[in-house]
């Protein structure tokens, strides 16, 4: 078990936890507890703003907050060229994971995109609306949101999302959102002219070709690979699948009524699925935690959310992807799996989730970065040095973990020692970048020990804290009795998906592996 757990949890018989409702509720708020306790809550008295406390970095929300204060860093770092050693394959060679799946990275991804939003024109600022809100198929905006709507109310289409049917390469059709671009991918349709454009990253931009596969989602990263794409297709249609019930039982309510409540129940659907697919993914539980709401309701660290400079860094989990993506149709290689949503449309979704679940995920961690993605890992140092982050042991501390006093202590890999030991000296100069990855994963997690402290902490903290998600709001009230009890009934990306394709197979929806066990 990793240093992040109680001792007494490890004693813990997991299968007993499982099957008793109450001990598991009782497990899972002591655990949820005692991670975010890992740091002091919110607000944090820094921000990107200044170096100093002030009431604007208490209070522009436009800036990234970060959890530590700046400091004035060394003369002598290594250069990001070297320090890019740390990251690159010394043989060329993916060491690939042996827990997760596929599915693992592109519900992080998607996951992420959708509330760490760095504005490119100054990393010290975020385009972040700060919450766990499904901007990526709403919307940031209330505007972006009006222009994603259907907008009818005609009877049969309150509530719904824009959608389209598609005809696959198999003659079936399935839901998907509009296609962002006309006239054969050259420009974008008026009608989403007022939506964020898909980012295109530092590359050249993808042929007229692929981007009249592009779909009109309401975030610019939504369809930065097939895999994002597939997340939010299954997300539209789940919504348009709750409108039409909503609907149904409800021949009164008009269609602002019906979208409202529908996306009401949507998004604390899709936070139950963070809990209970990606965290208990990554934990090292020997017991499944369970999403409750009520665990926030009298914390003291349910505050309002504010997304930090650190956090947007430790996301960077360039490594994961493997290199090439296994499709029915055959393998494409990582750099065109971008911008590109054919395999989506030409396989359907189910297909993909069913694909995503099949290939196991790359490893995260030190000498595991493919060639390509290696400008990332650089950008990514310099700009912790923008940021004049603290040093890698300083967070370990400040994360109530114990500082590495031996390059040992960060990792038992000889050759990533030997790196770390010519790069830095001493393990207290360490940069906070490079640091997280150099460590070692935890036993039975996915994830490095400051990295899954950081997630865990930001993760309940800011997931939990979702104004529909607290204690006068949960209810019937809100959500109906029925979208209460969908809320309910929706355990895992299978039951949402087995909802919304034409065809049910038993193929393994999964973030991890089958054949992984425990340790």
């Not at 100093?52 to 970095?57: I, V």
């Not at 934990?283 to 349910?302: C, E, G, H, M, Y």
């Not at 790069?423 to 207290?428: I, K, N, W």
């Amino acid at each position: 078990m990793s240093e992040w757990l109680p001792k007494k949890l490890t004693a813990v018989a997991g299968a007993a936890v499982n099957d008793i409702p109450w001990l598991a509720h009782e497990a899972s708020s002591f655990v949820i507890n005692h991670a975010v306790g890992a740091t002091r809550t919110r607000p944090h008295p820094w921000s990107m703003v200044s170096e100093y406390t002030s009431w604007q970095s208490l209070t522009d929300r436009s800036y990234l907050a970060r959890h530590r204060p700046a400091v004035p860093l060394p003369d002598d770092l290594p250069d990001p060229d070297r320090v890019k050693m740390l990251f690159a394959r010394p043989d060329g060679r993916q060491r690939l994971s042996t827990k997760s799946t596929c599915l693992f990275p592109s519900f992080a991804q998607y996951l992420t995109d959708g509330f760490i939003r760095t504005d490119p024109s100054d990393p010290r600022k975020t385009t972040s609306n700060h919450e766990i809100d499904l901007c990526p198929l709403y919307g940031r905006t209330l505007a972006q949101t009006a222009i994603l709507r259907l907008g009818s109310n005609e009877a049969g289409e309150r509530g719904r999302l824009r959608s389209q049917k598609v005809r696959l390469a198999d003659g079936t059709k399935e839901e998907y959102a509009p296609f962002l671009y006309i006239d054969r991918g050259e420009r974008i349709d008026p009608v989403f002219a007022g939506l964020d454009p898909p980012l295109f990253g530092q590359g050249p931009a993808p042929s007229p070709a692929r981007r009249a596969t592009l779909f009109a989602f309401g975030g610019d990263r939504a369809n930065s690979t097939p895999f994002a794409a597939m997340m939010n297709t299954l997300l539209l249609r789940e919504h348009n699948r709750l409108a039409g019930e909503l609907e149904r039982r409800n021949p009164g309510w008009d269609d602002e009524r019906v979208f409202q409540t529908a996306r009401n129940i949507l998004i604390p659907m899709y936070i139950k699925l963070v809990v209970v697919e990606y965290i208990n993914h990554i934990t090292p539980l020997p017991f499944r935690l369970v999403a409750d709401p009520s665990v926030a309701w009298k914390a003291d660290w349910n505050r309002p959310n504010w997304i930090t400079g650190e956090f947007s860094l430790l996301y960077r989990w360039h490594s994961l992807m493997p290199d090439e993506i296994v499709l029915p149709g055959g393998a494409i290689p990582l750099g065109s799996f971008g911008l590109d949503n054919t395999p989506l449309l030409d396989h359907g979704l189910l297909a993909l989730f069913a694909a995503a679940s099949a290939q196991p995920a790359a490893a995260l961690g030190a000498f595991n970065t493919a060639a390509s993605l290696l400008p990332l890992e650089i950008a990514a140092v310099k700009q912790a040095r923008f940021y004049r982050l603290d040093t890698y042991n300083n967070y370990r501390r400040h994360f109530h973990l114990p500082p590495a006093r031996y390059f040992s202590d960060i990792t038992k890999d000889p050759a990533t020692e030997l790196l770390l030991k010519d790069l830095y000296g001493t393990p207290d100069r360490v940069e906070f970048y490079p640091g997280l990855f150099a460590e070692d994963r935890v036993v039975n997690s996915p994830l490095p020990n400051l990295i899954l402290t950081m997630v865990a902490v930001d993760a309940f903290s800011q997931a939990l804290t979702n104004p529909l998600l607290s204690e006068h709001v949960y209810n019937a009230a809100t959500f109906t009795s029925w979208g209460l009890s969908e809320i309910e009934a929706t355990n895992s990306l299978r039951t949402m998906l087995d909802r919304n394709v034409a065809t049910r197979t038993d193929v393994p929806i999964t973030m991890t592996q089958p054949s992984w066990q425990a340790d």
